[in-house]
């Protein structure tokens, strides 16, 4: 079995500072793209950022110049520096994860997508 646990959230007050971080345990030879979503309450989950093995980002709009994905290949996790809090960013924050968790022939894998339980985050004004 796979999991991802999320650590980091809170409360904290608007152009405040969070980091959070996630880190896969189980039976994992790989990792491809890692990610952060978040679901605002009576929202949809939207995408936070990403990060690929190759370390190739990407970010919300909403985040770009105030948040930064990174990761740790050798503690499977990942994480999410949060700069410059917004009220708005207050949500539930999951981890996402591309698991390999089956060698194949010819250099391929079984992959799995695997989401952490959340943290949450609330910024006040």
């Known amino acids: 079995q796979v999991l991802l646990v999320e650590s980091g959230g809170g409360l904290v007050q608007a152009g405040g500072s969070l980091r959070l971080s996630c880190a896969a345990s189980g039976s994992i030879f790989s990792i491809k793209a890692m990610g952060w979503y978040r679901q605002a309450p009576g929202k949809l989950r939207e995408l936070v950022a990403t990060?690929?093995?190759?370390?190739?980002?990407n970010y919300a709009d909403s985040v770009k110049g105030r948040f930064t994905i990174s990761r740790d290949n050798a503690k499977n996790a990942v994480y999410l520096q949060m700069n410059s809090l917004k009220p708005e960013d207050t949500a539930v924050y999951y981890c996402?994860?591309?698991?390999?968790?089956?060698?194949?022939?010819?250099?391929?894998?079984?992959?799995?997508?695997?989401w952490g339980q959340g943290t949450l985050v609330t910024v006040s004004s």
């Open positions: 990060i690929t093995s190759g370390v190739s980002t």
């Open positions: 996402n994860a591309d698991v390999g968790i089956e060698r194949l022939p010819y250099g391929s894998g079984r992959y799995l997508e695997v």
